[in-house]
Structure formats: C-alpha cells, structure tokens
C-alpha cells in the first residue's frame, strides 16, 4: 500500500517570501502521478499542481514549483512570493494510474500542512 | 460550468439516526469518489463508482456505510445507525476517463461536515 507522509503540521512566513513544504511517499510502483492541492477554510480541495512521475522535468504553475526527487520519494512543493490568499491546508497525495485509461485510480494524501502567510 | 456540489453543506444528527449525503458530480464526468476527511487527517478513501456500479468499495469502514449511484450521475452515501466516530466532513470528487487530458485530476466539492451527537 502508499503511504504519503508530511512532516511539518505548521509553517508560517512572511508575505512575498518563499516557502517550501515537504512531502515523502512510498511505493513499489513505477508509474504514478503527485499532486498538490490545497483547502482553504471554505474545505474546497483545490489542485495546485500535479507531477507524472515518469516525467523528470518539475512542473511548474505560476508562483508554485516542485521538486521532484523519485530515487527519494519526495515531492516538495515551493512557493514563490507567498500571497495572503495561500493561506490554507495543503495537502500532498499520490494517485497509482491504471493502465486502460481509467480505473480505481483513488488518492491517498497525507496529513497535511498548514500554512499561514503573515502580512 | 457547473463544479461539484453536495448537499446538505452541514448536518447534525443523533445517534442512532439514518442519514443521506448527496453529491451531484461535473457533467459528464463518469468516475465519483466518496473521502471521509475527520479533523486534523487528510481525505481518506471510501468508495469509488465509475458509471453506476462501485468498482472499489475497499474504503467503506463497514456495513453501515452504503453508497448509490442509479443513473451514473448523482450519487448518495447512507450512513445508516451513525455513531459519534462517523462525525468528519464527508467530501465528493469527480474525474472524467481523459487522464492524459486532465492529468487525472479530481474536481472535489465543498463537502458535507456531518456532527453526530
């Protein structure tokens, strides 16, 4: 089975600085897509951004970036010039894709990090 | 277009009592997930439809927790008996089968905080 695991319940930082979050996930597959998503207060799950593993390039949306270390199972999530409205829950998983296209393709996260941006 | 909804946003029971959570999934969007996300945890995995049938029930914590999808469209999770322990917010997702289109992204809704008392 995967487990996905985030270290860091808490961050906070300053308005306009970087921060990274952390993510570590296991599994014996060598096939799999990585997502960030996050939940504001109002609970909407959000997606952030997503890395196919077979992939090497780390994707990249706007002010979030990854950093994708498959040797090491990690999949760190930096963010760029951190604006109040980051402020949220973010929550790492891993989803383990079927082959014929679609299928039980379920997430697993982890528990979470809560992140507060401070003006 | 329309995102995912469910309905009620918040419900408060007794236990002992029946309820029903309704998600109503993306146009067109085939495969539904049910997650159960309890306070401080991540979403955790109940059940999963693709169409109307449930392909993987594997989540479900036992026999008083059921889910329906008759017409492959809107779907119910019955918690039948509920205990304090099913007290969490139960959230919906949907995903279309054009994964290399969508990079198997899941659409969630708001989900259902359900209190049972």
């Known amino acids: 089975a995967q487990t996905v695991t985030q270290s860091q319940p808490e961050m906070s930082v300053q308005e306009a600085e970087t921060v990274t979050l952390s993510c570590t996930y296991d599994?014996?597959?060598?096939?799999?897509?990585l997502f960030w998503y996050k939940q504001p207060p109002s609970r909407q799950m959000i997606l952030v951004i997503r890395?196919?593993?077979?992939?090497?390039q780390n994707a990249t949306e706007n002010r979030f970036s990854v950093n994708f270390q498959k040797a090491a199972k990690s999949f760190s999530l930096k963010i760029s010039d951190s604006q109040l409205g980051d402020t949220a829950m973010y929550f790492c998983a891993f989803m383990n894709p079927t082959p014929r296209g679609f299928g039980n393709e379920k997430l697993t996260f982890g528990t979470g990090t809560r992140l507060t941006i401070i003006p | 277009g329309a995102g995912v909804s469910q309905t009620p946003s918040n419900k408060v029971t007794e236990k002992g009592k029946y309820v029903e959570l309704r998600c109503d999934p993306i146009?067109?969007?085939?495969?539904l997930y049910w997650y159960r996300q309890s306070l401080g945890q991540g979403p955790e995995f109940l059940i999963y439809?693709?169409?109307?049938?449930?392909?993987?029930d594997s989540g479900l914590p036992n026999d008083r927790f059921f889910a329906v999808r008759p017409e492959g469209s809107v779907s119910t999770l019955k918690i039948q008996r509920t205990e304090r322990g099913d007290s969490a917010v139960y959230l919906c997702a949907s995903s279309s089968t054009h994964r290399e289109r969508d990079g198997g992204e899941q659409f969630f809704g708001p989900g259902t905080r359900l209190t049972v008392l």
């Open positions: 146009s067109g969007h085939t495969a």
């Open positions: 439809f693709q169409g109307t049938g449930a392909a993987d």
């Open positions: 890395q196919e593993a077979y992939k090497q």
């Open positions: 599994t014996s597959e060598s096939n799999y897509y």
